[in-house]
């Protein structure tokens, strides 16, 4: 309901602890005390459940078991600063754009460049705003509209960002589900066929 109405994401993150804990204390039957801990060291299971590959799916969470996570995401997100502000993300936007094979491709080029720059900055959320930024002007001029652009920047940035173990969405997905990237790539077929088909369908048109 929360995600409906545009909550803020920081208001939405607080009632959702708020409303977890109220769970836990009227229908777990917690005390105050066995909420704070959850939420700051997370769930941890049953001596006999800790064996199970379930159990230890759920054996995370909190506050202080993710700071690792959220410290390499912090990593990825600096690393893409650095790459934006000593120009090589520019410079390589620039060579990608001027080949003749995408010459009057745009959003091919555009698509390849949400790609690149999701793979080297680490962090999907500047692949997504660099180049829309700097390829804003060429879609428009082309006769496409914004839709087009942020559809092939977040397409192609999270398709990318999936099947990489550096990048900050598998960061997230290793800290919530301790799964790390190697294990999740084969089975992740969705995301190299939608880079595939969308390359193809570009390419033919």
């Known amino acids: 309901m929360l995600i409906i109405f545009k909550v803020p994401l920081a208001p939405a993150l607080g009632v959702n602890l708020l409303l977890s804990g109220l769970v836990g204390i009227l229908i777990q ?3 105050f005390r066995s909420v704070i801990h ?3 060291f997370g769930y941890i299971a049953l001596p006999g459940e800790n064996t199970t590959e379930i159990g230890m799916m759920f054996n995370r ?3 202080i078991s993710f700071s690792n996570i959220i410290g390499l995401i912090f990593l990825a997100s600096a690393w893409a600063s650095v790459l934006q502000h000593i120009g090589i993300l ?6 990608l754009s001027y080949l003749k094979i995408l010459k009057h491709k745009v959003r091919l080029t555009g698509y390849l460049i949400s ?15 660099i ?3 700097w390829l804003k002007e060429r879609y428009a001029s082309a006769g496409w509209q914004v839709e087009h652009l942020s559809q092939d920047m977040i397409e192609g940035s999270f398709a990318a960002a999936s099947l990489v173990p550096w990048s900050n969405f598998n960061f997230l997905v290793l800290g919530t589900l301790g799964v790390g990237a190697f294990a999740t790539v084969p089975y992740n077929i969705f995301a190299p066929l939608l880079i595939f088909s969308v390359i193809m369908k570009e390419c033919f048109k």
């Open 29 to 31: 039957d917690l005390d």
């Open 61 to 63: 969470g909190g506050i």
């Open 90 to 95: 520019e410079f390589l936007l620039n060579k």
């Open 115 to 129: 790609i690149l720059t999701s793979v080297t900055t680490c962090a999907i959320i500047p692949a997504i705003f």
């Open 131 to 133: 180049p829309s930024a």
């Open 38 to 40: 959850a939420m700051t």
